[in-house]
């Protein structure tokens, strides 16, 4: 998940005059690759970067030039990549295959230009990341650079991207050897291959000593998460290429930190915490789903987030003490990829629950929950009721409900998993 890195506006003709004003160093970039390692939390020291860790490539810079007819594209790599060059119909798209890979460059650096009418990337599979260019019309892209740049030692790709015929760009599609996805298969590989199932882990909010909040009839939020994760934890397995694990199984304590901790440990694809938190305002009811941000959407995000992250002081954990400089590392790597999917997530379960379940007013938020904050997991907090609102706290002990919400939110996991397959976010 990237580190930001200033860029100088480059000369309109878009051929040679891309330059990076501060390109990361070779020590930046190990100490990209050490952070990537690391668990931040309390108690846990800054790690050299495993074997796995350095086999992840980074992308340090990335840029877009051109017109309706030409546009040209650089990418600053840490070290050269393999990569794969596919190209897909309706729309028309071009997609780079590349290991995992560390987009470490600004969310606006690739916006539409041109003959480019939208760019995606992120992870695509344990291992594996990919780029997906659109374009308005049909065209090829062209690796016509390659090379070590002596400043700062980042390995230049340039592609040219230029209009073709329909024929020609048909050929393109054919010669990839991977046809349109289907309902059985996504870029010509089979939707239940390992490399395409999606790890999910299921995380019942509060537990043991936290019982979390507590409703007018008594209704305790340890137990009403732990019941809905059970549910949706029946409804995703009944679901092609999803693998399902849970923070907890039964009324014991869970740290914040140890919930994101066993996600990673598990290699999770998605994080999905589930929660019924008590609000002073009775009369409001409905779910919410909740992203990372260092600033939260709005009053209402920020005392949940607030409530919730008191939640380890109950034994005296906290994350207040992790060194400033690896909490703001920790908040730029979650802004870019990271991001971008769990946002992706959240907004196909709000899709989901529309018409379906009923939804407070804007439910789409963001706040600093700390469950939410690991650096490599996609991540979203499902605020599936209020606890303080009889109503919300009928349907939040009703089976059927339980059971038909977990359905839908399980729907709204496997649109996604079929959305990043597809090179979609």
Request: glycine share 8%; proline share 4%; aromatic share 6%.
């Amino acid at each position: 998940m990237p580190l930001f890195s200033k860029h100088r506006r480059f000369d309109e003709g878009g051929c040679h005059g891309f330059a990076p004003a501060r390109v990361l160093s070779s020590f930046a970039v190990f100490l990209l690759a050490a952070f990537m390692a690391v668990v931040a939390w309390p108690g846990v020291s800054v790690a050299m970067p495993d074997s796995a860790n350095q086999s992840r490539y980074v992308v340090i810079a990335a840029r877009l030039a051109g017109d309706d007819s030409r546009v040209r594209l650089v990418l600053d790599f840490e070290r050269e990549p393999e990569f794969k060059l596919h190209y897909l119909e309706n729309p028309y798209r071009a997609v780079i295959d590349l290991p995992e890979t560390v987009f470490a460059f600004p969310s606006d650096s690739l916006q539409s230009r041109g003959l480019v009418s939208s760019v995606r990337y992120g992870n695509s599979g344990k291992g594996k990341s990919r780029m997906v260019f659109e374009f308005a019309a049909p065209a090829r892209m062209v690796l016509v650079e390659s090379s070590k740049e002596a400043v700062g030692a980042v390995h230049r790709m340039v592609f040219d991207i230029t209009t073709v015929d329909l024929p020609s760009f048909s050929a393109e599609v054919t010669g990839s050897g991977w046809g349109e996805p289907d309902d059985k298969t996504v870029g010509g590989q089979s939707a239940e291959t390992p490399g395409d199932t999606l790890t999910i882990v299921i995380d019942a909010g509060h537990g043991g000593i936290d019982g979390g909040a507590e409703g007018p009839s008594g209704s305790m939020e340890k137990n009403v998460t732990l019941a809905f994760a059970e549910a949706l934890k029946t409804a995703l397995e009944a679901k092609d290429g999803i693998k399902v694990a849970m923070t907890r199984t039964d009324d014991s304590f869970l740290s914040l930190s140890a919930r994101v901790r066993l996600a990673r440990d598990k290699a999770a694809d998605l994080l999905i915490s589930l929660h019924a938190d008590s609000i002073s305002v009775r009369s409001l009811r409905g779910a919410t789903v909740y992203t990372l941000s260092d600033k939260a959407s709005d009053a209402l995000a920020q005392s949940l987030a607030d409530q919730e992250n008191r939640e380890d002081t109950i034994v005296g954990a906290s994350l207040e003490n992790a060194p400033e400089a690896i909490a703001a590392i920790l908040i730029d790597l979650a802004r870019t990829e990271t991001r971008v999917f769990s946002s992706g997530l959240a907004q196909q379960v709000i899709n989901s629950f529309e018409g379906q379940v009923k939804l407070i007013k804007n439910p789409l938020r963001h706040a600093g929950f700390r469950v939410l904050q690991a650096p490599d997991v996609p991540s979203v907090l499902v605020e599936m009721g209020y606890l303080s609102n009889r109503e919300d706290e009928k349907l939040l002990n009703d089976e059927e409900w339980r059971k038909s919400t977990a359905q839908l939110l399980a729907q709204s996991v496997e649109n996604y998993r079929e959305m990043i397959l597809a090179g979609r976010q």
